[in-house]
């Protein structure tokens, strides 16, 4: 996946503190492999990608009393 897609990928995500958070993540992954992980980090990449777009994630409820 390119850094253009994943960026496109990451605007898309409509809860933004999650977004930065999971910019945060990536950006030290791909530091830690010189801008460049292997594939199979890639694929983890895109699974998790993937379950945040197809909102499998809980999003945190927030009461107001």
Partial sequence: MSSDEL???LEQI????????????LLNLFLLFDGNPPPHIQN???EI????????IPVPVRLHF
Wanted: aromatic share 12%.
């Fill in 49 to 56: 990608m993937d379950l945040i777009e197809s909102k499998k």
């Fill in 7 to 9: 960026e496109y990928r």
């Fill in 14 to 25: 409509r809860d933004k503190k999650l977004a930065t958070e999971i910019r945060r993540f």
């Fill in 44 to 46: 983890y990449i895109s």
